[in-house]
């Protein structure tokens, strides 16, 4: 499992990524230790989906440093170390859910069994359904699905419960926290303070590019305040029906 004895599950450093004029992500610091549960809170546009794009080697940074288990992104992932669970696409409409999920694990050296990954996502009651027959929040978890299979070390979950009703948010979470339970490290990208309450042990609020607190869900609460955040912090409240 290790790459790097000791080191964190993830170490950023300097990061930074700009598109024309917008500066997406402008100078982020961050070190996951193993077994963290870390929830990147921020409003539309914080520059969430960059960073994680960033930290699983979707995207390439303009500057800055990325370590994953002590290694390069693009090690960790071709390892099976990283789980990744992006906001939209990865799906073939004609394929089913468990054809998808097999897919996916062949291509990995030693992946969990299909039929264990398909019902701890919840997905097993679906597995024979075409994809393009998914709701929106049925698509998400077979999204999660397909990030567990090589059993990975770090899971990273872009806005996961984005179309998800409140019992499918209730049950992908529940999902979420076996999996952590069993000393795995998780960081997802939400908007919604409540979840990041709820599930994450720590909290790294974005904001325009930049971390601008980080710690326990009640540190950040009272880092808002002082920051002069309360519009963004009112946004991310706005959804009550989050979990
Ligand atoms: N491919 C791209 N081309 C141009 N601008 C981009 C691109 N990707 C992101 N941006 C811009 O970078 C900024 C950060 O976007 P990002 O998607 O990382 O934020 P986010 O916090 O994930 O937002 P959301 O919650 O809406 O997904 C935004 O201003 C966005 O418009």
Do not use: C
Not at 4 to 25: C, I
Not at 96 to 112: C, F, K
Not at 138 to 151: E, I, Y
Not at 219 to 234: K, S, W
């Amino acid at each position: 499992m290790n790459i790097h004895e000791g080191a964190p599950a993830l170490s950023v450093a300097g990061l930074r990524k700009t598109y024309g004029e917008t500066r997406a992500v402008d100078g982020i610091d961050l070190v996951v230790a193993r077994g963290e549960v870390v929830a990147l809170l921020g409003s539309n546009g914080a520059g969430k989906s960059t960073t994680i794009d960033m930290v699983v080697g979707l995207a390439r940074p303009d500057a800055g440093e990325i370590a994953v288990f002590g290694a390069s992104a693009h090690e960790a992932v071709r390892r099976g170390m990283v789980g990744v669970m992006p906001q939209e696409g990865a799906l073939l409409d004609d394929v089913t859910v468990r054809e998808t999920v097999a897919l996916i694990a062949s291509l990995h050296r030693t992946p969990l069994p299909v039929e264990e990954v398909l019902s701890r996502a919840g997905v097993a009651d679906l597995a024979d359904r075409r994809a393009a027959l998914l709701s929106g929040g049925q698509k998400q978890r077979v999204r999660f699905a397909m990030a567990l299979v090589s059993g990975p070390d770090l899971l990273v979950l872009d806005e996961p419960t984005a179309a998800m009703d409140v019992a499918a948010r209730r049950e992908f979470w529940q999902s979420m926290h076996a999996f952590a339970e069993t000393g795995r490290t998780v960081l997802f990208s939400t908007h919604y303070l409540e979840e990041a309450e709820a599930y994450a042990d720590r909290v790294v609020l974005m904001h325009a590019g930049r971390v601008v607190a980080d710690g326990p869900v009640s540190a950040v609460m009272a880092e808002v305040g002082a920051l002069g955040l309360e519009d963004a912090f009112l946004r991310l409240t706005g959804a009550s029906e989050a979990v």
